[in-house]
T-cell receptor, first 111, second 116 residues
Framework: DTAVSQTPKYLVTQMGNDKSIKCEQNLGHDTMYWYKQDSKKFLKIMFSYNNKELIINETVPNRFSPKSPDKAHLNLHINSLELGDSAVYFC??????????FGPGTRLTVT | GNSVTQMEGPVTLSEEAFLTINCTYTATGYPSLFWYVQYPGEGLQLLLKATKADDKGSNKGFEATYRKETTSFHLEKGSVQVSDSAVYFC???????????????FGQGTILTVHP
């Protein structure tokens, strides 16, 4: 069983489109996160949810909107995609603020 | 704010060589410290962790000691293998709640390549 899964694994789309990335965890954790990894491998947190409540909202354009329908899911919707949004997006989960478990990543390419 | 600085990479070693990847941090209080590893095409995996000063984290032959006096958490392995080739990230997490709840601050990552 995959602990933290993301779909899709690859996403290629054109500028201006709207897309969503889905994340699910089956670990029973109460906290989920989205991270962005740029082309130089640098990782930065974007959002976190604890028990479906938004806790961390870093300096991210408001074109990015996370949604947590329940504790096991955290989706990321991106409007009006730009070239600079091309990156690998990782979902992660943890129980409270303890160690985080990461998904396999979604490689987003905006053309 | 919090920050993590890793040694510049990439690092290239021969199999069975000794590995050190330096990591220093800036944070208030007593953060938890982590090393994550990212194998090609995969997500991050927790390699080891330490939650208080002088703790030593270890896993798969890798070790790191939480040194508060030097604000460091250097990663070491006595004899690397080709299968250790990956990107290694040092990270810290500040305890407590609020807007820092669970937030991991990462170093820039160090690419390790091990040749046979």
């Amino acid at each position: 069983d995959t602990a933290v899964s993301q779909t899709p694994k690859y996403l290629v789309t054109q500028m201006g489109n709207d897309k969503s990335i889905k994340c699910e965890q089956n670990l029973g954790h109460d906290t989920m996160y989205w991270y962005k990894q740029d082309s130089k491998k640098f990782l930065k947190i974007m959002f976190s949810y604890n028990n479906k409540e938004l806790i961390i909202n870093e300096t991210v354009p408001n074109r990015f909107s996370p949604k947590s329908p329940d504790k096991a899911h955290l989706n990321l919707h991106i409007n009006s995609l730009e070239l600079g949004d091309s990156a690998v997006y990782f979902c992660a989960s943890s129980q409270r603020s303890y160690e985080q478990y990461f998904g396999p990543g979604t490689r987003l390419t905006v053309t | 704010g919090n920050s993590v600085t890793q040694m510049e990479g990439p690092v290239t070693l021969s199999e069975e060589a000794f590995l050190t990847i330096n990591c220093t941090y800036t944070a208030t209080g007593y953060p938890s410290l982590f090393w994550y590893v990212q194998y090609p095409g995969e997500g991050l995996q927790l390699l080891l962790k330490a939650t208080k000063a002088d703790d030593k984290g270890s896993n798969k032959g890798f070790e790191a000691t939480y040194r508060k006096e030097t604000t460091s958490f250097h990663l070491e392995k006595g004899s690397v293998q080709v299968s250790d080739s990956a990107v290694y990230f040092c990270a810290l997490s500040q305890p407590g709640g609020g807007t820092s709840y669970g937030k991991l601050t990462f170093g820039q990552g160090t690419i390790l390549t091990v040749h046979p």
